[in-house]
């Protein structure tokens, strides 16, 4: 073990100095000094490099379809669709593969921002006296949309052994948003009506189903769900 | 090859009775903690077991494996419910890993099958390094006490547990997994809250962010003698001796207008009888400003007539029901989690941790069966390091060796070094080493 004269302490890490003082150390003839503590290795950053490349991209690009659309314009504001898809990509694409989000949370949020992006397109690229009446995006793309995602959420349920309950919640969401089209063609937004109704029917039969089959996991995860 | 006793072998047949997963709330202490945990603040602490003979991964991972029915409570993820986090038994399999060089780093989930603790090994230490939202320091070395036996007893040693181990054949209690805040809020009397902040000293954080370590190993049986020809305590002590030491190399204006305050972590089971492994501990500041007459006997002083104010059972309840009543509050409980998470954040971020210069942590002295202590030759406790944050100590002993560890976020040694220094001239022989983390910024 070593000594420094200094700091009046014996030191027992292999080095040439002392950690306190960083002064000159006296070796002592039993010598005995070990690496106590592993080696500094630098920590490879690669995930952290492909986020700021990927986040630079979509900035830019944003920035380039705006700026063309200015230069070009012609009465119509396409880059906020070009835009909304981008973001789409850059923020979402990071939610799935960056973050420890629940599955089922991943698919409830790509759900939400698809139908928005959707309805973004309609609204946008019509005409400006159809923005009240987002036709395709709420009759079609919705109830598609939703059909996909409890059919998704479903095969996971039914395939996985273990963490199936953890998709409950996220399923009854989805289900409820499911609802949303059908309500919305009832009050005359959208035709036509077929897909709407498949959709409801569908986020019916999932809700009655699993609270049938699964009817304790259903109360337990609503219980853990809204505990206060 | 792991060597199985008959005992053993049923113990790993035996099937879980309810394969519903369980779940747990969080503690009042516990629910601050996933919120505010960042890459900068990660609120992991770190115990380490010495041992005899270099350490065998194979084995240790099977005592890791087994202790999982015996401490529920631990083997669980995080889940997130509409107003509050909730743990949920987790049934994937904790990982045993080889100890990294950066101390108590925030916990890489993804890395770690969703487990909140990891245990390590290097050469011939044990470490488990877990995350205080799932249990306090006494807890935890509850369940590393048990890890280690199980892995003596898998490598086929003679140890018994002498009353002094939660064993794998006793069932877990209930109380070992209560929320003993809410079991001890009375609601009745309340501590008013006065945050004011701490002085702060600057310096240069490490380049590639990491904790700093300057370990000290010294007799307890000399540290105590020394505290007590003062009148004190061994943490009275080393608490006024770390803001002797602020004091001694800090700047001189700021010193007379901030006061230097060191956070005291409480364990509550010493004042509310409780079994819980989960956390129950509480803190409270110690709080001395600068005068230029200031000696290491006045701030001795002062300490000690805190810690004598601070620690008495009324205080401690009243600070516990002032902790809890936001939990109860109505208008808290049902606000959602993301509104929840915004305000807790901000508050901590302006208040949490301005409040304190330091802390200043002391798990104890660790008890071993007899049989186990030819095994194991000491214990070390590292708390986190946020960063630029300054040095602070934790301290635990054993077997007549007390380990003061500090960990920092900083270059500068300085404090470390006045602080050890001013122990060796008491006639305290110390044996110091380090990760020699400002080497590589």
């Known amino acids: 073990m070593n000594y420094c004269p200094e700091c009046d302490v014996r030191i027992s890490t292999g080095s040439d100095r002392c950690p306190l003082c960083h002064g000159e150390i006296t070796r ?83 759900a939400a921002a698809i139908t928005a992006l959707l309805i973004n397109t309609n609204a946008l690229s019509g005409k400006y006296e159809t923005l009240t009446k987002v036709s395709w995006a709420v009759s079609w793309g919705m109830p598609i949309i939703f059909f996909c995602f409890i059919t998704a959420v479903s ?45 409801a029917a569908s986020s019916v039969l999932t809700i009655i189903a699993v609270t049938i089959f699964q009817r304790k996991v259903v109360t337990s995860e609503f219980k853990r769900k809204f505990h206060i | 090859m792991v060597r199985y006793a008959a005992k053993d072998m049923v113990l790993l047949m035996k099937k879980p009775e309810n394969h519903e997963p369980k779940w747990y709330k969080l503690d009042n202490a516990a629910k601050i903690y996933p919120v505010v945990v960042s890459a900068k603040d990660s609120y ?45 038994a987790n049934e994937k399999e904790p990982l045993v890993k080889p100890e ?14 969703g487990f909140y603790f990891t245990h390590f090994y290097y050469k011939k230490r044990i470490s488990i390094e877990i995350f205080h939202g799932i249990c306090d320091g006494a807890g935890a070395l509850e369940f590393f006490k048990t890890t280690v036996y199980r892995y ?151 300490t000690k007539k805190q810690f004598i104010s601070e620690l008495t059972d009324k205080k401690l309840r009243d600070t516990l029901n002032s902790n809890v009543v936001i939990e109860k509050n109505i208008a808290v409980r049902f606000l959602p989690l993301f509104i929840k998470k915004i305000i807790l954040k901000t508050g901590y971020k302006y208040i949490g941790t301005r409040s304190s210069t330091a802390t200043v942590t002391n798990l104890g002295n660790i008890e071993l069966p007899n049989s186990m202590m030819p095994y194991v030759i000491d214990f070390e406790l590292n708390s986190a390091a946020g960063k630029r944050s300054n040095p602070n100590l934790s301290l635990v002993s054993y077997n007549d060796i007390t380990t003061l560890s500090f960990s920092r976020g900083i270059l500068y040694t300085g404090y470390e070094k006045l602080f050890f220094s001013f122990l060796a001239k008491q006639g305290l022989k110390i044996e110091v080493q380090s990760n020699l983390w400002e080497d590589y910024s």
């Open chain 1, 155 to 199: 095969v996971i349920m039914l395939t996985r052994k273990r963490g199936r309950r953890e998709y409950v919640f996220f399923q009854f969401s989805l289900c409820i948003f499911g609802l949303i089209p059908f309500i919305m063609v009832m009050f005359g937004m959208a035709k036509p009506v077929l897909p709407s109704i498949i959709t």
């Open chain 2, 152 to 302: 003596l007893e898998l490598l086929g040693l003679p140890v018994l547990p002498e009353n002094l181990i939660l064993t794998l054949d006793q069932k877990p209690e209930p109380a070992e997994a209560e929320d003993s805040y809410n079991k001890y809020y009375s609601g009745e009397e309340r501590r008013k809250r006065i945050i004011t902040k701490a002085y702060k000293p600057c310096h240069k954080g490490f380049l590639h962010g990491g904790a700093g370590l300057i370990v000290g190993k010294a007799s307890s049986e000399k540290l105590h003698s020394i505290a007590r020809e003062k009148g004190v305590t061994v943490t009275q002590y080393l608490t006024a001796l770390l803001s002797y030491c602020y004091f001694k190399l800090g700047e001189k204006e700021k010193l007379g207008t901030l006061p230097v305050k060191i956070t005291i972590p409480v364990n509550m089971r010493r004042y509310c009888p409780s079994t819980t492994l989960r956390n129950f501990s509480l803190f409270f500041h110690t709080s001395v400003l600068y005068t230029s007459e200031m000696t290491f006997e006045s701030i001795l002083e002062v």
């Open chain 2, 44 to 88: 992991v602490f770190r115990i380490t077991a010495n041992m005899k003979d270099e350490v065998r991964p194979d084995i240790l991972q099977q005592a890791v494996n087994d202790c999982r029915d015996r401490f529920p409570a631990f083997y669980v993820k995080l889940r997130r419910g509409l107003f509050w986090y909730y743990y949920e």
């Open chain 2, 100 to 113: 990294p060089a950066y101390v108590c780093r925030r916990i890489d989930l993804r890395k770690n099958n």
């Open chain 1, 28 to 110: 002592e003839k039993d010598g005995g000094t070990t690496e106590t503590y592993p080696r500094y290795e630098p920590m490879t950053r690669k995930r952290y490099k492909i986020i700021l490349a990927v986040s630079a991209a979509a900035v830019f690009l944003i920035l380039a379809t705006v700026l063309i659309n200015i230069l070009t314009w012609k009465g119509r504001a396409w880059s906020a669709i070009s835009s909304g898809y981008i973001l789409y990509l850059w923020i979402f694409g990071l939610l799935t593969f960056n973050t420890r989000i629940h599955t089922g949370l991943k698919l409830v949020a790509h």
